[in-house]
């Protein structure tokens, strides 16, 4: 069993930033991803993990500079004829991403677990990191909204997020509870100094993962330090819908609305300079507040932004130990 220094949570594309800040800063082996499974569904019969997917190319350098997902250097003979022929061309399927989910889903017909499968897939583009999708089984969201209840790639990508948000809910199937490697790293990893939120959608990307059966108790009880990078700075997301879906759920888009809402189970949050003004609050709340630049647009940024968050790690570690 792997023994990994630091476990970052992570979903979508703003965590798959800092997962690649994460990579320049230890050696591989010292890090574990547990990767949000809610976005995953079957398209054109072939069972499609995006958030996955996403970290996978990422942290391969092969990931699509501009769109964020699926490959670079791609090409779109498929999805041009799939769409002359009148097939549901709404989500683009690339020529070398196609044949991921084309083996991915061979394996699954064979009756391989998910788990072994996704071992797999993170051997074949060369990484050395766990890479980990958080439920065992499959966890999908469901998003509850004005016009009724969408699934997710139908809510984010045939309806680009603009549905009105009222809930999400999860609709696990198969093997309930998390990976057990996850499930081991939390509960049995002595090595482990850290765990990291990381900046992705907390309704759309982490709430999934938090969702999977035991999690979120695993993490309130883990003895390293937990810490969250904020999605939010100066009011904004920094990409996605997590600004809109907050409005929505009429929730203030701040830093201290996160802080409160993971507040059982970190220890501390990361937030913009921007948003110093706050820090109070969300230590009167009992939290620790640690203030740096956390938007990341270059590889430069996103280093930096890993750097902050293992020196806060170190921090709330001395501070557990000094009494
Ligand atoms: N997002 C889009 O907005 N449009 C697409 O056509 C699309 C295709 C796609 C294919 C493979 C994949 O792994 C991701 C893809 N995504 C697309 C992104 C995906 O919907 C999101 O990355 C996650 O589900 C949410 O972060």
């Not at 051997?123 to 439920?135: D, K, M, S, Y």
């Not at 499959?138 to 969408?150: I, K, P, S």
């Not at 938090?210 to 920094?238: H, K, N, T, W, Y």
Request: hydrophobic content about 45%; proline content about 7%.
């Amino acid at each position: 069993m792997t023994a990994p220094r630091i476990l970052c949570l992570t979903g979508g594309i703003g965590g798959a930033k800092l997962a690649r800040g994460l990579m320049a800063t230890m050696p591989p082996e010292d890090l574990a991803f547990a990767v949000n499974t809610g976005d995953d569904f079957t398209h054109l019969g072939m069972e499609v993990w995006p958030d996955f997917d996403t970290l996978v190319y990422t942290l391969a350098g092969l990931a699509n500079p501009v769109l964020g997902w699926g490959r670079k250097d791609e090409t779109w003979a498929f999805h041009e004829e799939l769409g002359r022929l009148g097939g549901p061309d709404w989500f683009r399927l690339g020529d070398r991403d196609l044949a991921l989910h084309a083996m991915r889903t061979q394996r699954l017909r064979e009756g391989q677990p998910r788990g072994t499968i996704a071992q797999a897939i993170v051997e074949a583009f060369g990484l050395r990191c766990a890479i980990w999708r958080a439920a065992r089984g499959e966890l999908a969201t469901r998003v509850v909204t004005a016009e009724g209840e969408l699934a997710f790639q139908e809510y984010f990508v045939a309806r680009q997020a603009k549905p009105v948000l009222t809930n999400v809910r999860f609709a696990p199937q198969g093997a309930p509870g998390p990976e057990p490697d996850l499930a081991a790293c939390l509960a049995e990893n002595t090595a482990l100094e850290g765990v990291i939120i990381a900046p992705s959608n907390p309704v759309l990307s982490i709430a999934p993962i938090l969702a999977v059966d035991g999690l979120r108790a695993m993490i309130g009880a883990c003895p390293a330090p937990v810490i969250v990078v904020s999605p939010i700075v100066g009011g904004e997301s920094i990409k996605g819908p997590t600004a809109k879906i907050f409005a929505e759920l009429g929730r203030e888009i701040s830093p201290v609305t996160v802080a409160r809402e993971y507040k059982d189970m970190i220890d501390g949050i990361v937030i913009d300079p921007v948003d110093r003004e706050l820090a109070g609050m969300i230590e009167d709340m009992g939290l620790a507040c640690h203030i740096a630049p956390i938007v990341m647009q270059d590889d430069a940024d996103k280093e930096a932004v890993a750097r902050e968050c293992l020196s806060f790690i170190d921090d709330l570690s001395a501070r557990k130990k000094a009494p």
